[in-house]
């Protein structure tokens, strides 16, 4: 079955270093990704989001990069804050409308 | 409205009770769906709908749930005969469109059984 999931459940960084956070997929026909961050009590808000045909997109502070040939995407934040402290999820849209969610990496940020 | 917007945002309920979730999506937006969020999970999808029709409910974990969609505008989902491994976060979300766009989430209603 399809099947999204992160490496690392919980990742620490010096605030101002940039983080990594990272992906696996097995649905090798999945062609849409996207990353969410999740503030405690709040809902997932969409960060950035990569079809198939790329390789890499850019936003504000962010980057994904998508590597089809190991089914693995990653999240780069650069200048990490204290208000990027969240649980990012990466979920595939490639089941029809759904999307599936793998299991999250809690982010924090030291001060 | 400015967001998705979802009541209660806490509910407790007794085991066997039944709950009525809601969800208020953006307006116009045609796409909604509902996902249960276990402690320290990823969402799981539940169901879609696309106006009032709802077109996939294969994520529905049993027939004491229960999702509707009347008018295409406000949904709401029921649990009847709650049972403890039904706490979780239930998040709803729009789309303006049909899938494959950025989904706006709402922020839950955390569903704690007793």
């Known amino acids: 079955g399809e099947s999204v999931g992160l490496h690392l459940p919980t990742l620490s960084v010096q605030e101002g270093d940039n983080s990594i956070i990272n992906c696996a997929y097995s649905?090798?026909?999945?062609?849409?990704f996207i990353w969410y961050k999740q503030e405690s009590g709040k809902g997932p808000q969409f960060i950035i989001d990569i079809r198939s045909n790329m390789d890499k997109r850019q936003g504000q502070r962010v980057t994904v990069l998508l590597n089809k040939t190991v089914k693995h995407l990653s999240l780069q934040i650069a200048a990490t804050q204290p208000g990027d402290s969240a649980v990012y999820f990466c979920?595939?849209?490639?089941?029809?409308?759904?999307?599936?969610f793998g299991g999250g990496t809690r982010l924090m940020v030291k001060p | 409205g400015a967001g998705v917007s979802q009541s209660p945002r806490y509910k407790v309920a007794k085991r066997g009770q039944d709950v009525a979730l809601r969800c208020d999506p953006i307006s116009g937006h045609v796409s909604l769906f509902w996902y249960q969020q276990a402690l320290g999970q990823g969402p799981e999808f539940l169901t879609y709908f696309q106006n009032e029709a709802q077109l996939d409910k294969s994520g529905l974990p049993s027939d004491r749930f229960f999702a509707e969609r009347p008018e295409g505008s406000v949904s709401t989902l029921k649990i009847q005969r709650t049972q403890q491994e039904d706490s979780a976060v239930y998040l709803c979300?729009?789309?303006?469109?049909?899938?494959?766009?950025?989904?706006?989430f709402g922020s839950g209603t955390r569903l704690t059984v007793v």
């Open positions: 979300a729009s789309s303006l469109r049909q899938g494959r766009d950025g989904y706006t």
């Open positions: 649905n090798s026909a999945s062609d849409y």
């Open positions: 979920a595939d849209n490639n089941a029809g409308n759904m999307l599936t």
